[in-house]
């Protein structure tokens, strides 16, 4: 249980970590790059970082559900029992964050591996030469850039998730649980729309000015 639980904090981390640069960071710096200096960047930064990115995002969730599995089934032998309940044999007061942010983690993962990855998969390779560009290249571009975007937003409440099972406040009915999970969703999202609009004004000191 311990090197599960280790396993998912390590590719947590490579995988968030990485979803804040390349919202953050890379894709105000791309800005400044001629298509010369694509063909070389994009392949080493990108194509580097995005296997990081959607492998950190694989391990975390198979380690994350293999560290509920195994709790459930093997360290308490509840096998889920109560999970949806509240009552005198519910679980669900104790449980609430881990549903809220696995549903949330589970729409991140799934939007990385069949959202952004096919398409950056043939923006990469496009704009590295290994192939001929699509027709539809801008509109690739355009939805990668929105469904990393979703993610960025969801990232913080996602977190608060994770944490909450031992960390934030027991809920006594599904009607309060909602209510909280609707509270960080709004202030969250809030969050993470101030501080995307703000990167590309960040660090731009060391930048040649034009």
Do not use: C
Not at 47 to 65: K, Y
Not at 165 to 180: E, L, Y
């Amino acid at each position: 249980m311990p090197l599960v639980r280790w396993i998912h904090l390590f590719f947590g981390i490579a995988w968030i970590g990485h979803l804040f640069y390349f919202n953050l960071v890379q894709v105000h710096a791309e800005k400044a790059l001629g298509p010369d200096q694509k063909k070389v960047v994009v392949p080493n930064f990108r194509g580097r970082a995005i296997w990081w990115f959607r492998w950190g995002a694989m391990f975390t969730f198979v380690s994350g559900l293999l560290y509920i599995f195994l709790e459930e089934l093997f360290v308490n032998r509840l096998h889920f029992r109560g999970w949806l309940s509240y009552g005198p044999d519910g679980r669900a007061a104790a449980n609430m964050w881990i549903l809220f942010g696995g549903l949330l983690g589970t729409i991140m993962w799934f939007n990385v591996w069949f959202v952004i990855w096919p398409r950056q998969r043939v923006i990469i390779a496009s704009v590295a030469g290994l192939r001929e560009k699509p027709a539809e290249f801008d509109r690739l571009v355009a939805v990668a850039a929105k469904f990393s975007k979703i993610n960025f937003y969801l990232a913080a409440p996602m977190l608060f998730g994770m944490l909450g099972r031992s960390h934030f406040p027991i809920t006594t009915s599904w009607g309060q649980a909602v209510a909280w999970w609707v509270g960080v969703l709004v202030v969250g999202v809030g969050i993470a729309v101030h501080v995307l609009m703000a990167a590309g004004r960040v660090g731009t000191e060391f930048t040649p000015k034009t």
